[in-house]
Every structure is written in C-alpha cells, then in structure tokens.
C-alpha cells in the first residue's frame, strides 16, 4: 500500500501507510480509548465528520462481521491505528478492515505513533486534520485546505445520517407491550435492540419531525437518540421536544441528552478532547453506584445551566465532574450522556432502559387516574 500522511490543522504530521482508501479525507481528528468494537466505532453515526485514533495498537484483530454494524455503512471520514491487522483471527471474520474500509471508500491509515498523536491532540484539543497520499503535495497547501472545511462548532450534522421516512425497526419484540418512537438522530441498531428487548415495538423517525405527528400516534415513550455534531444548530429537534415534554414520557441518550437540556433552557460547550471509549467511569448520585460505561460526545450540557429549570442530576463522570445524566422533577424526562446499550460493564447500564420502561408505566397509571 501507497505511504500516507496525517497532517492536521497546525500543521503538525504523522507518516505511514494506507491500509483503505487512498483518497484525500478531511474530518476532525478524534481518540477512542476502547480496546476492541473498532467496526462499531467505524460505523457508529456519531462519528461522522471524524477521523477515528484508536489508542490500543493492534486493530483488525477479529476482522469485520456484518452483525455489529450499527449503521449501513462506516460514518467516520477516516480511521488511524497504530498496527492494522491484515489476516484476522475469528471464524465469524468476512473480511479484513483494510478491505472493508476500501469497499467503502474510507481512508485509513497505519504505522502511526498514536500515543504521541493521542497526547498532541490531548494538549492541544481536537482539531481537524487530512489522510492524504498525496505525497508531493506540500504541507502548507494541506494544511490551508483544511483549515477551508468546517469547523465541528455551530455545525448540524444530524441532516446528513437521520433516516428518510418512518420506518419500523426491523426487529420485533417477541410480546409488543409498549409502542416507542425514536427520534433518528444518528441512532446506532443496538438502541433499538435495547428498546426491542423490553418489549417495545419501535419506529424510527426523520430527525425534523413534528413533535404532532408523533403525539397524534399516541405512542408510549419517545426516545431521542444519539448523533453527530454540535447540538445547537439543530434547533428544529429542540423545537420539537419543548412540545412532547409533559405530553409522552422521554429518554434521550448521547445527543438527546443534549437537546433536552437545550429545550429545558439549558446550554452546551464543546469539550476539550471529548469523551470516546468504553472505559469512562460514571457515578449515579442515586445510589452511589459506578458505571464503566460506553462514550462517544464532543460536546456536553451545562450543569449550571440547568440549575433553575426544575432538574434534578442522576450522573456524573468521575474523570472530570462533568454532567452524565439529568431527570426532570416533575415530568416524564431521563437522560443520560453515555450509551447504555453498549455496555462495556457488561452490564452496568441496562437498567437505564428497564428505567424507561417503568416511567412509561407510571405516567400511563397517572394519564389514568387523571382521565377518570
């Protein structure tokens, strides 16, 4: 394969190989901690306009299997690893990573130094960069048109990776109890198995849609999903779940957390580096108890921000203090900004979905006795 170079917006480089597509890709440049889930990752919309640095060296191991997509296609806009693995070792493996990412056109890139990346991009944030193999381009002329591509503040990426049309998921509860609908987005397959798994009959919906057409199907719960970007240009979605609040019982995840805490009058700032790995502790200031949890955010709500709005917060990270999770004291409104369907506990998240399911059983008692 051909040599490739990473070349980010301060000019800083980092050389090896192609190991995917050879064309030029430009994203903002991102580190995941995780030691495994490489193919979640890459197919995970909420990384899309991102290139993807994996921290553990050796990536590829296990190849990729078509089941633990959570999208159709890879998301991210490139992919760096330190070591990429080209004859995998599992019997389930249908190909290489390197041939699955240049299937789909995606640009990789190996033999990089990614611990010296990872603390680069620690000290100085994350920034956009290039995957290029353009070798005789010059470095002043790569780094001014990445400076040219948009920056991940004040952009709506949530139009490009939500779903055309209500669609059903394609997997159904074995017993249909509750009927959900699930703001698309950016949502991964295993949100929806999660939800499925509780005996929830799921469709999917448009990111832009009337928070009405929903209310007019009288469904149980509403659950706002993950996705890219920076939450407050997507003002339509926080339009609309100022409607459904108090109406139909909410969850948000990830992004979702975020737009509810917009459209509780809340605000956001872009963090530093991010959160993005499966090892990022989390205390639930309920119980006491700590999470191992899954992250993948650029962003994250204020707490401050929040104080007066009649909100109570369930979760923080205990690597930073920030906020992980809110409730609303009187309505029907949970949240979380870690994805509790990923589950690298293995298990220490689950709940969050059980939780759901019970406050939509409440709020049914209480629409009941209200009714009566």
Do not use: W
């Not at 041939?99 to 100085?124: P, Q, V």
């Not at 009058?265 to 530093?272: C, D, Q, R, V």
């Not at 009187?330 to 298990?347: D, I, L, T």
């Amino acid at each position: 394969m051909p040599a490739a170079r990473l070349v980010l917006e301060d000019g800083t480089t980092y050389h090896g190989t192609s190991f995917g597509s050879t064309a030029n890709s430009i994203g903002e440049v991102v580190f995941n901690t995780s030691l495994t889930g490489y193919q979640e990752i890459a197919t995970d919309p909420s990384y899309r306009f991102q290139i993807v640095v994996m921290t553990y060296p050796h990536i590829g191991n296990y190849g990729v299997e078509p089941m633990v997509e959570q999208s159709a296609r890879p998301q991210c806009s490139g992919f760096v690893v330190r070591d990429a693995i080209e004859e995998p070792s599992s019997a389930r493996s249908q190909m290489s990573l390197g041939d699955y990412f240049t299937g789909h056109d995606i640009s990789a890139i190996e033999g990089i130094d990614t611990r010296a990346l990872t603390r680069h991009i620690r000290n100085e944030g994350a920034m956009r960069g290039m995957i290029t193999s353009e070798n005789q381009r010059s470095i002043d002329d790569i780094v001014a048109e990445v400076r040219r591509a948009p920056s991940m503040n004040g952009l709506d990426l949530v139009k490009h990776v939500t779903i055309g049309s209500m669609t059903p998921f394609e997997e159904r509860p074995a017993e249909n109890t509750r009927r959900v609908a699930v703001y698309d987005f950016g949502v991964k397959r295993d949100i929806l198995r999660q939800i499925t798994r509780q005996n929830c009959e799921v469709d999917v919906y448009p990111a832009s849609t009337p928070a009405a057409e929903i209310l007019a199907r009288n469904y149980d719960g509403v659950v706002l999903s993950n996705g890219p970007g920076d939450p407050e240009p997507v003002t339509y979605a926080q339009d609309n779940i100022r409607q459904l609040i108090g109406k139909v019982p909410i969850f948000g995840i990830c992004l979702g957390h975020q737009l509810l805490g917009l459209a509780l009058g809340g605000k956001t700032y872009k963090l530093k580096f991010g959160h993005r790995g499966g090892n990022h502790p989390v205390k639930d200031l309920r119980s006491g108890r700590v999470e191992i949890t899954a992250q993948n955010h650029g962003f994250a709500v204020d707490p401050d921000s929040l104080r007066d709005r009649d909100v109570e917060f369930t979760h923080i990270n205990l690597n930073d203090q920030t906020l992980e999770g809110f409730r609303h004291r009187s309505e029907p409104v949970v949240a979380v900004q870690y994805h509790p369907e990923s589950a690298p506990g293995p298990h220490d998240s689950f709940y969050l979905f059980s939780d759901f399911l019970r406050m939509i059983e409440e709020f049914g008692r209480r629409s009941s006795v209200a009714g009566r």
